[in-house]
Nanobody, 115 residues
Framework: QVQLVESGGGLVQPGGSLRLSCAASGFTFSNYAMSWYRQAPGKEREFVARITNNGANTNYADPMKGRFTISRDNAKNTMYLQMNNLKPGDTAVYYC????????WGQGTQVTVSS
């Protein structure tokens, strides 16, 4: 059974940091490129960051460059998103996504940036 379980979300003040995790099971994690997406209330889901299956390459949406860092540990079947200098506009549900032959989605974790 394929599972992607996000964790690490919560309430943080502007300028603060959070680290999200995405724990994968039920498929060969090291074969899959992994991504983070987010969806704010009333908005469409948007791309945040992506990392290749071996971690060698990453890319980010422009608003996240320099603030967010995507990484993965294939030995632990886990992907991460380090988010620094968070802004109220970063408030959203964050989803992890695995893509190779098939595409899998997690259930999401809420991130709220507010004073």
């Amino acid at each position: 059974q394929v599972q992607l379980v996000e964790s690490g979300g919560g309430l943080v003040q502007p300028g603060g940091s959070l680290r999200l995790s995405c724990a994968a099971s039920g498929f060969t994690f090291s074969n899959y490129a992994m991504s983070w997406y987010r969806q704010a209330p009333g908005k469409e889901r948007e791309f945040v960051a992506r990392i290749t299956n071996n971690g060698a390459n990453t890319n980010y949406a422009d608003p996240m460059k320099g603030r967010f860092t995507i990484s993965r540990d294939n030995a632990k079947n886990t992907m991460y998103l380090q988010m620094n200098n968070l802004k109220p506009g970063d408030t959203a549900v964050y989803y992890c996504c695995a893509r190779y032959v098939l595409t899998y989605w997690g259930q999401g974790t809420q991130v709220t940036v507010s004073s």
